[in-house]
Structures are given as C-alpha cells and as structure tokens.
C-alpha cells in the first residue's frame, strides 16, 4: 500500500533519465555556441595589439618595382592619379563606403582631419570607395563624388570604386596585406602611411578619426622635420 505501480516507476525512471540526457545535450551546445561565437567574433574584430605582437609583419614586401608610388588609380571623375604625388606626405588610407553605420562619424573625422593636416602640404587622407563588405557602397564613382561633395564637402582624395581584398584588389591594397598582415575585413579601415611609404599604424572602423587624431600628428610633423633636416644637409653640401 502506498508504492508507485512499477509500470508507473519504470516510466518515471525513463523521463528522469531522458532529462538529465537532455540537460547534458543542451549544455554542451551551449558551449559550442559560445566557442562559435566568439570565434566569430575574433574573426571579424581583432584587436590591434593581437596582430602587433608580431613586428615582422611590418616588413616591406620584397620586389624592386613593390612601391607604393608606383601605382596608378582613378579618381571619382574618371582621371589618372598617380601616387608619386604623394611621395613625401603622410597619408591616412581609408576604405570608405556610403551606407554603412560608420559612415557618417568617419566622413566628418576624415575631413577634419584632412583640413587640420593638409595645410602642412605633408599629409592627405585617400578614400578608396568599396562595396565588398555588405554591399554599403552601391552608388556609381559620380555619385559617390556628388554624395560626399553635397553631406561633407569633402577636399581629400576620393578614388573609383575598387576591391580592397582578394584577388581583385588594387595594388595599394595588396601592399597593406603585404605589409601588414591585416587586410580589411569590413568598411572604415584605416592604414597611416609615413612620408616614405611605410605603413606605420591602422586601426579598425570601431576606432575614431578623434582617437587616432594624435598619431597622425605626430607623423606629420616627424615628417616635416626630417625633410627641413635633409633640405637643410643638402644646402649644406
């Protein structure tokens, strides 16, 4: 009298048996999502410190013809820029894109920038319009000109509309690979280039113009020092 029937203990058996199996399969798919995730995560934003431990990934690629003032590119009106013109300047390289969330912050930053720095006539910010990275560049080179013209007023260089990673990117892209390891993974990567043409810094969209403002200064007037420096030895001799 009183004891459960044992068809009735069998079955609870069986259900508590079932949920603790249940309870062991959803914690280790809780783990796995978590590792997913932040895989994820690390892939898509790592950390600047992460891939400076390394300073070998500043090495220049090899090749005699590898220079950044070799290349060639359009600008938005469709005319042939020639990067030597940027030989002796410090320049801040950017992958831009028109319809993405940190478009608006960076547009405003790269052209306060540009109008803080440009002045020196060592420095220029250089966008390169890319629509790789969720499709937040759709418009035509003429429009992007246009756009940027009319909401920023913008007095930086904007070049034609390029693939900044894979097999397809420009030759200024793959030199950023090449030297630093760290191509773009999503819009607003930035790469501060010193007057000789070494990449010396970049930061990624999750930085700001206002944050990275300091740096760029320091470059610049590095820059304008040695140059006076090395005029002046040249009148010298």
């Known amino acids: 009298t009183g004891s459960m029937p044992r068809y009735i203990s069998t079955h609870v058996r069986e259900v508590i048996l079932i949920s603790k199996m249940l309870l062991h399969i959803s914690a280790a798919l809780g783990i796995v999502l978590v590792l997913c995730l932040s895989t994820s995560v690390a892939d898509e934003i790592l950390p600047k410190e992460a ?7 500043f090495d220049r690629a090899k090749g005699p013809n590898f220079s950044l003032y070799n290349f060639r590119i359009k600008n938005t009106a469709g005319d042939n820029v020639e990067f030597k013109q ?11 894109a ?8 960076h547009y405003k930053g790269l052209q306060a920038l540009h109008e803080l720095l440009a002045i020196s006539e060592r420095f220029s ?6 629509n790789q990275f969720g499709n937040q560049e759709p418009k035509t080179n003429r429009e992007i000109h246009e ?21 397809k990117a420009h030759d200024f892209w793959k030199l950023i ?6 191509p773009p993974n999503w819009n607003f990567w930035k790469y501060l280039v010193d007057y000789q043409g070494n990449v010396i810094n970049f930061w990624g969209p999750w930085t700001t113009i206002e944050e ?9 007037d590095q820059a304008i020092k040695e140059l006076a420096r090395k005029r002046q030895s040249t009148e010298a001799a």
Request: proline share 4%; glycine share 8%.
């Open 147 to 167: 756009w940027a013209t009319k909401n920023y007023r913008v007095s930086f260089p904007i070049f034609e509309k390029v693939d900044v990673t894979g097999d």
């Open 98 to 105: 028109s319809e993405c969330g940190f478009t608006d912050a």
């Open 51 to 57: 891939l400076l431990e390394d300073p070998d990934k």
């Open 212 to 220: 990275i403002t300091k740096d760029v200064k320091e470059a610049v």
């Open 86 to 96: 940027f030989q002796g300047k410090v320049i801040l390289g950017v992958n831009v």
């Open 125 to 130: 910010v250089v966008a390169f319009p890319c």
């Open 177 to 182: 690979k090449a030297t630093t390891g760290q």
